[in-house]
């Protein structure tokens, strides 16, 4: 859709500052007129010469990721991905939005601006892109910035740094996702010395003052517009009625601050806006991004429809899904016409030719009590030599999936299921996520499998891939296995557990998840002798309404022996079918790296904890797996610090990706860090990954003994698993945040208490970890009654030290001391704005 008429020449006439995103350095602009000033953005590069300049490292290309907390920072990636490089301000952003693919240059040296204190390096620090409130920020370290001398006092100015402005980042922490490649990395930038950065760049630094240059590039260039330009936010009138462009527009406002303001047409408003905007305060819209001039500091939107009332779940959610792009449409009718049409599907007579029939075996499936799509069974077979059989049977879905339908092409685009709090997004329609391809107990069911024979170590001694046909006798939940595990000597009877097909017993399966837990248990801790890492996070599970399906509590989520058996199988034929693609198309295999931490962050992190005391070993992933699994300390509350600790060390770690084998000619960039193996990939979940349903198809063209797809389409594909992924797992955050239990709970039931520890402290505010619920809160000093507060470094120490106003007039100031580590006890209570909450800190042995 073009931009709405007459708009466009209007924007050339514009005097309103864009004061939303302005950071310091560009507020010099703000009292300019617009009427033929001065360009606000630079003119892009042209292609030729951006090539040109990347060819000849004189420019740097990377993802452009945007504090979503202090949104005139940006930052890339250096060249080597051992730090990021920080960006300053809207204007040196040059109208890219976050995660676009830009080019950046060095600007010209009297635009550089310089920190002349006295000291060599600072290092900042920032929260992961999308974390919606997870408000965590890294590590500050080395001198103080201007103005935040350590030891300083400060009073409380009701005028300055309120909770919405920015902090200066003195230390802080990191953020999370979990293990196998789902350990989120979330660099840390450093602004670094000028001269590193100037040969990365390949330019000279020969008069340049001694000191930190700062604010030294600019985008030039957008190679991908990866951000999908979509916003949600609300509609306001200009604030000049006289002004001809009042009579034709009016100023959308994203909820995302990273995202521009925009001018949208009147007419696209509701017919009633202009005369009863009061109506629509509180109504969500989305506004789409369509041009963005050089000349202005607005861009040009088009509202594309409302969504309901802010603060109501649905309407927040499907903002937050058309933001990131995440398609939740019905499935057209081209792309059903793709699944059987004749129901009750059976497979056909001929299929059974082609596979290994299974469906006599003990097979089942172990998954949480509220699946519905079931695409992993396991079986455990107890052999004459004193062996096991033992199968990982994943669903056939590329039996149905077939290559250029329309079915292929939705499932590819979408590249994943997007689990939400209250629902799920599915990548595959209904029918064959809960019917064709989920392993229902008593239903034949197509199968990829891969079989082991296994000694009761764990020790494979023969394997074997190929497709089959399972008939699942019963349906298991963690729960139930959990219950084998810990009785295993109990004879179960019929009402405790699920119905078992009359082709086995309770006590065959039983039997067959002990079997399955003993080797798991063998395997796992193999696993970690190799140098696997795991960094587990406190993770909360949801009951829901059973009427409106919205969340009505949480709890934190309990990670017992039944989660490990079947984690460890599906990683050990992820590893084994990684091995199979591999060596039959050694530059066609789909596989997953993880590359390993950053090295200056994760240095300046073990610098850190060696000023706490802590001694935290980050050689290897074994060091630091082994490290993070120590007792710290003796009290009940050594969880808690190691959950503290647990985030921070999220922190340095990069993201694991998908990638075709033939795009990286060294071999040992293939390892994936965190498990520590050479070759992984993803081959255990086809019904809510795409990538798996790539891999079976290398599967089996490698059985086949026939090639199968182009190293390019293999890899262009991956990567736009890779933005998928991102996309939905700031899905699984943000809408997280929007029907959050502490949130609803406190709404409904009033404030919430727990006790917290304190995981980061800055300036003027400090984060905890709320431990009854597991979410990370900040908090703001000027939002407490407080005297004062004071600031101060001991070494690399943060301490803030809280003078609390006296109760009565004849008791003094009572002091408290805050410091990683430190226990708190903080109060959960609804803000004024529907759906959000604070934490807020009790005084001392007192009241709130």
Aim: charged letters at 25%; one cysteine or more.
């Amino acid at each position: 859709m073009g931009p709405p008429s007459g708009v466009a020449t209007e924007l050339t006439i514009l005097c309103g500052p864009y004061t939303t995103c302005l950071a310091p350095g560009d507020r010099k602009n703000r009292s300019k007129p617009t009427r033929g000033r001065k360009k606000v953005f630079e003119a892009y590069m042209s292609r030729e010469d951006v090539s040109a300049g990347l060819k000849r490292k004189t420019l740097i290309q990377g993802p452009l990721r945007i504090n979503p907390k202090k949104y005139h920072e940006a930052f890339i990636p250096s060249p080597d991905s051992t730090r990021d490089i920080f960006i300053d301000g809207v204007v040196a952003r040059n109208r890219a939005l976050n995660g676009d693919i830009v080019v950046v240059t060095l600007l010209p040296k009297d635009q550089w601006k310089f920190r002349m204190q006295l000291f060599s390096l600072f290092t900042l620090q920032v929260i992961k892109p999308d974390g919606c409130d997870n408000e965590t920020t890294e590590t500050a370290q080395g001198s103080d910035p201007p103005g935040s001398s350590p030891g300083a006092c400060v009073l409380r100015d009701p005028g300055k740094g309120d909770v919405n402005s920015p902090d200066v980042v003195i230390e802080a922490q990191f953020d999370d996702e979990d293990v196998e490649g789902n350990i989120s990395a979330r660099h840390g930038f450093d602004l670094g010395l000028a001269p590193l950065l100037c040969l990365e760049l390949n330019v000279s630094l020969s008069c340049a003052p001694v000191g930190i240059s700062l604010w030294l590039l600019q985008v030039v260039y957008i190679l991908e517009k990866k951000h999908s330009r979509a916003a949600t936010g609300f509609i306001r009138l200009l604030t000049d009625r006289n002004s001809e462009l009042f009579k034709k527009c009016a100023m959308f406002s994203p909820v995302d601050h990273r995202v521009p303001r925009a001018y949208v047409a009147l007419a696209d408003c509701p017919p009633d806006f202009i005369t009863r905007p009061e109506d629509y305060s509180n109504t969500l819209f989305i506004c789409r991004i369509v041009d963005w001039r050089e000349d202005s500091n607005f861009a040009l939107g088009q509202l594309a429809q409302s969504l309901g009332q802010a603060g109501e779940i649905e309407p927040e959610t499907e903002g937050i899904l058309t933001e990131y792009g995440v398609d939740f449409s019905d499935f057209q009718p081209d792309v059903l016409e793709c699944l059987p049409q004749s129901l009750p599907w059976v497979i056909p007579p001929e299929e059974f030719a082609k596979r290994r029939d299974l469906r006599q075996e003990c097979i089942f499936t172990i998954d949480p009590s509220t699946a519905r799509d079931l695409d992993d069974a396991l079986s455990c077979k107890p052999l004459p030599d004193g062996n096991f059989e033992v199968g990982v049977h994943i669903a056939d879905v590329s039996y149905f999936v077939k290559e250029d339908t329309a079915l292929d092409e939705i499932a590819s685009k979408r590249a994943t299921s997007v689990y939400l709090v209250q629902k799920v997004i599915p990548m595959l329609p209904k029918l064959l996520c809960e019917q064709l391809c989920s392993l229902n107990p008593m239903t034949d069911r197509l199968t990829f499998s891969v079989i082991w024979k296994l000694t009761p170590q764990g020790k494979i001694l023969d394997e074997w891939f190929g497709r089959t046909v399972i008939c699942s006798c019963a349906k298991l939940s963690y729960d139930h296995a959990q219950s084998m595990i810990e009785n295993p000597e109990k004879a179960f009877v019929a009402e405790e557990i699920p119905a078992i097909s009359p082709r086995h017993s309770v006590d065959e399966v039983r039997q067959a998840v002990l079997n399955l837990h003993q080797i798991a248990k063998q395997l796992r801790e193999q696993r970690f002798m190799d140098g696997a890492l795991r960094l587990d996070q406190l993770k909360l599970s949801f009951t829901l309404d059973k009427e409106s399906g919205m969340p009505q509590g949480c709890y934190i989520y309990q990670y017992r022996d039944s989660n490990k058996l079947v984690e460890e199988f599906m990683l050990l034929a992820n590893m084994a079918v990684a091995h199979q693609m591999h060596r039959s198309f050694p530059s066609k295999a789909l596989l997953r790296r993880h590359p390993p931490p950053q090295s200056k962050m994760l240095k300046d992190l073990m610098d850190f904890c060696s000023q706490m005391g802590l001694e935290i070993d980050c050689s290897s992933a074994k060091a630091l797996h082994e490290s993070l699994n120590k007792t710290f300390g003796a009290d009940k509350y050594a969880e808690a610090r190691k959950e503290v600790l647990t985030n921070m060390f999220s922190r340095p770690m990069q993201m694991a990706v998908y990638f075709c084998a033939g795009t990286l000619e060294d071999e040992t960039l293939f390892r994936h860090y965190a498990l520590n193996v050479p070759l992984y990939t993803h081959f255990t979940s086809p019904i809510r990954r795409y990538p798996d349903i790539m891999v079976h198809r290398l599967l089996s063209a490698s059985l086949g003994g026939f090639p199968w797809g182009d190293e390019g389409d293999i890899q262009q594909q991956a990567e736009h698993c890779n933005d998928r992924k991102m996309a939905s797992k700031g899905r699984v955050l943000c809408p997280l945040c929007l029907a959050h239990p502490p949130c609803v709970l406190s709404q409904e039931c009033g404030p919430l208490e727990s006790e917290a520890m304190v995981m980061g402290v800055l300036n003027e505010a400090f984060d905890v970890l709320v431990l009854r619920f597991g979410v990370q809160k900040r908090i703001y000093c000027n939002a407490l009654p407080l005297v004062g507060f004071q600031f101060q470094k001991l070494g690399k120490k943060p301490q803030l030290t809280l003078m609390w106003e006296p109760e009565s007039l004849e008791q003094d100031a009572v002091q408290q001391v805050i410091t990683v580590f430190t226990l708190v006890e903080v109060v959960l209570r609804s803000d004024n704005v529907p759906l959000k909450y604070s934490a807020v800190l009790k005084r001392p042995g007192g009241e709130e």
